[in-house]
């Protein structure tokens, strides 16, 4: 059975801080680069943050940049997201998701390399 399954979602004020996690079973995550996604009530989803086999290559979406931090321990088997100083647009259920990547190859967020998706976790900034 393949399965991701995030956590670390809740409710949090604005300027406040989650970790998420995403913990992968049935099958090794050193293959794969992972990227985490959001998606708010009638909204597209978009890419927050892609991370490549080998962890040394990041990508983020310009509106987190400087706030969160993606990162992996494959040791683990898990990857997270760190988010600090978050606010209300950042509200929204978030997904891990993994795809088959070369080992050299950089990071990308397009939806459709994505073939294994967590449940989602929902994260809600709000006062």
């Known amino acids: 059975q393949l399965q991701l399954v995030e956590s670390g979602g809740g409710l949090v004020q604005p300027g406040g801080s989650l970790r998420l996690s995403c913990q992968a079973s049935?099958?090794?995550?050193?293959?794969?680069?992972i990227g985490w996604f959001r998606q708010a009530p009638g909204k597209e989803r978009e890419g927050v943050s892609c991370?490549?086999?080998?962890?040394?290559?990041?990508n983020y979406l310009d509106s987190v940049k400087g706030r969160f931090t993606i990162s992996r321990d494959n040791a683990k088997n898990t990857v997270y997201l760190q988010m600090n100083s978050l606010k209300p647009e950042d509200t929204a259920v978030y997904y891990c998701?993994?795809?088959?990547?070369?080992?050299?190859?950089?990071?990308?967020?397009?939806?459709?390399?994505?073939?294994?998706w967590g449940q989602g976790t929902q994260v809600t900034v709000s006062s």
């Open positions: 998701a993994v795809y088959v990547s070369p080992v050299r190859a950089m990071c990308v967020m397009r939806t459709i390399l994505y073939t294994y």
């Open positions: 049935g099958f090794t995550l050193d293959y794969y680069a």
């Open positions: 991370i490549n086999r080998s962890g040394g290559s990041t």
